[in-house]
């Protein structure tokens, strides 16, 4: 059997793992030079970054897994630390070192910049939701979920409205309180392991993409980098891309708005969706210069999160700011942008010297806008041996690096098993 991949992201690169190891001819198609996609590699101002920070966490089961199926080791390139939010001056959480369910309850009864009725709302919030077997209403939006439950201020503040922000990448009046349960179950209701953070030390296309992208060469597959499909269709009992083929199926594992080009007959699938932005800007300041932890979270400003590219990644002096989701700070040209946040962090890191260099990445169309009722295609076509993969297809998850991968992954069983 010889199978087509269209893409080469997390979802692309996790089906074109799979099928290589079960011993199919695999071919990658990429349209960019970098594999990776939403998650890959750049080089700005001498540095290999990313363009955008991204944080895993340790329930991200299946992309460790063929992390590890593909020798990218998750130990030496993620780091992991116990859930810990922080938000300097206002609130720290930090999960203890202990098993399911302690680690969370304790992380909350222990969280500083809450009051004991705020915390212990937080716990009968959480065991309330593990009652109903973590479903909500589908209607929902997150807002709406915490207003039904009455949840105070801060703990909204502190807590679940920026979880929803960094997990749904959707603020908290438009998100889907259903995701929000998915990715609460998985996480903070999960094991221990599972609420860990995981923070890259290395670049997004040398976590996965280029191990995956070296494993399925060895397997006798190939990765074509730099070659844009035109369009895919079917002669006979087989399929093409462009000239390529013919294929005894195929894996269209694009973003939705690449979709229409590659097969116009699926565009109406992903008419539904809208986007949602994410901003990272890398400011380069002298190399002692530090965050007090690899990652805080800012309130009050513009910036959500920041991240100490020195400590995770041995690029010292480079911090990383990031803010998800739609807001006002698009609207502000990018050098006042730029300027409000340093002095955002100059707020955090004391006598902080002006930056050497700046540079801002827009993602316009970072991931869907995950709101309630939204219908997500799932990976059958309904046309024989062509199937959909990518972090918009119908799952339990958000748009993030684990929806991907498990989309990828179910699409190589529907092509195993076809
Ligand atoms: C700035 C930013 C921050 C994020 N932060 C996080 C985070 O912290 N944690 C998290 O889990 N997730 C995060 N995400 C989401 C995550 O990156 C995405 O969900 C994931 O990378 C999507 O992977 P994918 O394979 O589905 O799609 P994509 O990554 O979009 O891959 C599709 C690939 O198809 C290629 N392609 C398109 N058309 C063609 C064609 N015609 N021919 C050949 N190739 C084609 C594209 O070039 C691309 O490489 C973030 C995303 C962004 C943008």
């Known amino acids: 059997m010889k199978v087509a991949v269209v893409g080469a992201g997390y979802a692309g690169l996790a089906a074109a793992v799979e099928l290589a190891a079960a011993s199919v001819r695999v071919e990658v198609f990429e349209a960019s030079r970098v594999p990776g996609g939403r998650a890959r590699a750049v080089e700005i101002d001498g540095f290999t970054v990313d363009n955008g920070q ?58 500083q910049g809450l009051d004991w009725r705020e915390k212990l709302a937080a716990i009968r919030l959480m065991r309330g939701l593990q009652a109903a077997g973590f479903r909500v209403d589908p209607d929902l939006t997150v807002e709406a979920w915490l207003d039904r439950h009455r949840a105070p201020p801060r703990q909204r503040r502190f807590l679940w409205e920026p979880l929803c922000i960094a997990a749904l ?14 990715v609460l179950r998985d996480s903070l209701a999960g094991s221990r392991p599972a609420s860990d953070m995981l923070l890259p030390q290395v670049d997004l296309s040398a976590l996965f993409p280029q191990p995956a ?41 694009v973003a939705p708005y690449h979709l229409a080009a590659l097969a116009p ?18 400011f380069r300041y002298p190399p002692a210069v530090k965050l007090p932890q690899p990652m805080l979270g800012v309130d009050g400003g513009l910036t959500q999160w920041l991240f100490d590219r020195g400590t995770l990644c041995g690029q010292h002096g ?33 006598a902080l010297p002006p930056p050497l260099a700046v540079q801002t990445i827009t993602e316009k169309r970072a991931t869907f806008a995950c709101v309630p009722g939204l219908q997500r295609p799932g990976t059958d076509t309904g046309l024989p041996g062509l199937w959909l993969a990518g972090d918009y297809v119908a799952g339990d998850y958000p748009a993030t690096l684990e929806g991907a991968v498990r989309s990828g992954v179910t699409a190589a069983r529907r092509v195993l098993a076809g």
Do not use: C, K
Request: no cysteine; hydrophobic share 50%.
């Open 54 to 111: 991204h944080i895993l966490v340790g329930a991200y089961s299946e992309t460790l897994r063929l992390m590890r199926a593909v020798g990218a080791d998750p130990e030496a390139l993620l780091r992991r630390t116990p859930l810990r939010f922080e938000f300097p001056g206002e609130f720290v959480m930090s999960a203890p070192r202990l098993p399911a369910p302690l680690h969370t309850a304790l992380a909350l009864l222990l969280a």
């Open 169 to 182: 990448n959707t603020p908290a009046d438009r998100a889907s309180a259903q995701v929000m349960a998915n």
């Open 213 to 253: 992208a070296r494993f399925v060469e060895r397997q006798g597959g190939a990765v074509r980098l730099g070659q844009r499909i035109g369009g895919v269709r079917r002669e006979g009992r087989t399929w093409m891309a462009d000239s390529a083929g013919p294929f005894d199926q195929v894996v269209l594992a």
């Open 265 to 282: 007959e699926l565009a109406a699938r992903v008419a539904g969706f809208d986007w949602e932005p994410i901003v990272t800007s890398y």
């Open 318 to 350: 480079l911090i990383a700011a990031v803010i998800s989701a739609r807001g006002r700070h698009l609207d502000l040209p990018t050098t006042e942008l730029e300027a409000r946040i340093h002095g955002e962090i100059a707020a955090l890191v004391p």
